[in-house]
């Protein structure tokens, strides 16, 4: 089971983000879901009545299975949670349809920072730097660039155009 959000829309906020956003499972559509802003839970349109558990059914495989989203997401899921970044630690009975709703906007919100920076720019990140802290070299990504960036700085480091190349 894979989630997706599609026609994302966030804006400031008050308390929290505001935001609505179409909820899709396996590519069907399932729910609409907003939030206003003002520090109140994420409401939930749900397209039909049987929904709702089908999304409950996929958070409480999201608590075991962590990995649940598109492939771009994953591999990039896969990278950040290794730096701690995405997803917090949280016990199972913490979990819900809001915190995996959160965690899908922030991934998504993630990858776009992460396109926009690497059109023109090549980002990484060293493993032993804070989360968050991201280098760049002002050029596009290239063999060549990624070859430096290995002879600098070490076959750790996490690079992110090559994350995002690989699912292109």
């Not at 009975?93 to 919100?109: F, G, H, P, W």
Request: net charge negative.
């Amino acid at each position: 089971m894979k989630l997706q959000l599609k026609q994302l829309k966030t804006a400031g906020g008050d308390e929290t983000l505001r935001f609505t956003a179409q909820i899709y499972l396996d590519n069907s559509k399932i729910a609409t879901v907003s939030n206003g802003g003002t520090g109140g839970g994420h409401q939930y349109d749900f397209f039909r009545t049987d929904n709702r558990k089908t999304l409950m059914d996929y958070i409480d495989r999201f608590k075991t299975d962590i990995d649940l989203v598109d492939p771009l997401h994953q591999k990039v899921s896969e990278s950040l949670q290794s730096l701690q970044k995405v997803i917090p630690t949280f016990t199972q009975q913490e979990i819900d349809a809001d915190m995996v709703v959160d965690c899908a906007i922030e991934l998504q919100e993630q990858l776009k920072y992460f396109k926009r920076q690497c059109k023109d720019k090549t980002l990484f990140h060293l493993p032993e730097d804070p989360k968050d802290t991201y280098l760049t070299v002002n050029q596009t990504f290239s063999p060549e660039v990624e070859s430096w960036i290995i002879a600098k700085y070490g076959l750790d480091v996490i690079i992110i155009n090559k994350l995002l190349d690989s699912q292109s």
